[in-house]
Nanobody, 132 residues
Framework: QVQLVESGGGLVNPGGSLRLTCAGSGFHLPYYRFGWFRQAPGKEREAVGCIDGDGRSYRGVPMYSASAESRFTISKDYTDNTLHLQIDFLKPEDTARYFC?????????????????????WGQGTQVTVAS
């Protein structure tokens, strides 16, 4: 059975960094495309970004500066079947539960979706809280 489990969240000071991990089982993770999403209480789930089957990542959350866009880095680890989201220079507004998801499409072409409705399998999420 395909499963995704997120980890790496926690309480961090503003300006700090976190590296979230999405561990996959039941399939060879690097062959698939994935999305990272976040959801704060009372808010809609929004895309942080996604990574396609070729390992190229795309941003999802609207950004208003180049520096803001660069705070989020999505990558795959081919050695241990994991997906990662690196978040640098964390801000209080980054506080949310973060989810990884896959659309279960094997060997898809380049590109990936930032619409959560396009994803079929989700993890349970990991909480990120940014506060002093």
């Amino acid at each position: 059975q395909v499963q995704l489990v997120e980890s790496g969240g926690g309480l961090v000071n503003p300006g700090g960094s976190l590296r979230l991990t999405c561990a996959g089982s039941g399939f060879h993770l690097p062959y698939y495309r994935f999305g990272w999403f976040r959801q704060a209480p009372g808010k809609e789930r929004e895309a942080v970004g996604c990574i396609d089957g070729d390992g190229r990542s795309y941003r999802g959350v609207p950004m208003y500066s180049a520096s803001a866009e660069s705070r989020f880095t999505i990558s795959k680890d081919y050695t241990d079947n994991t997906l990662h989201l690196q978040i640098d220079f964390l801000k209080p507004e980054d506080t949310a539960r973060y989810f990884c998801a896959t659309d279960l499409v094997l060997n898809a072409g380049p590109g990936c979706a930032i619409d959560p409705r396009k994803y079929d399998r989700w993890g349970q999420g990991t909480q990120v809280t940014v506060a002093s």
